[in-house]
């Protein structure tokens, strides 16, 4: 089996930062993309970042340039820095991964339990 564990998520005021960290682990060959999505309430999920096992990223426009994902591939572990936060990154944060678990030919997607982020003063 494979899990993947959240953990960083809080109350901050606005303009604050936090950083978010999810650990993948299990019986993992390999991972593909990882990534960030959050829904806040009454509405849809969304993609916020994501990041390829080499290392390209991408960001919904909201967040670029004040949230930051990376990867640290030895630990089966992506991170969300997120600064400048408003009211509006208000959500779950739930991490998301493609992986290989050992002994299967395909990549199947995995979802954390989700992290509760709150912006407010």
């Known amino acids: 089996q494979v899990q993947l564990v959240e953990s960083g998520g809080g109350l901050v005021q606005p303009g604050g930062s936090l950083r978010l960290s999810c650990a993948a682990s299990?019986?993992?060959?390999?991972?593909?993309?990882m990534g960030w999505y959050r829904q806040a309430p009454g509405k849809q999920r969304e993609l916020v970042a994501r990041?390829?096992?080499?290392?390209?990223?991408n960001y919904v426009d909201s967040v670029k340039g004040r949230f930051t994902i990376s990867r640290d591939n030895a630990k089966n572990t992506v991170y969300l820095q997120m600064n400048s936060l408003k009211p509006e990154d208000t959500a779950i944060y739930y991490c998301?991964?493609?992986?290989?678990?050992?002994?299967?030919?395909?990549?199947?997607?995995?979802w954390g339990q989700g992290t509760q982020v709150t912006v407010s003063s």
């Open positions: 990041i390829t096992s080499g290392g390209n990223t």
């Open positions: 998301n991964a493609l992986i290989k678990r050992v002994g299967v030919r395909i990549y199947e997607n995995y």
């Open positions: 299990g019986s993992i060959f390999s991972i593909k993309d």
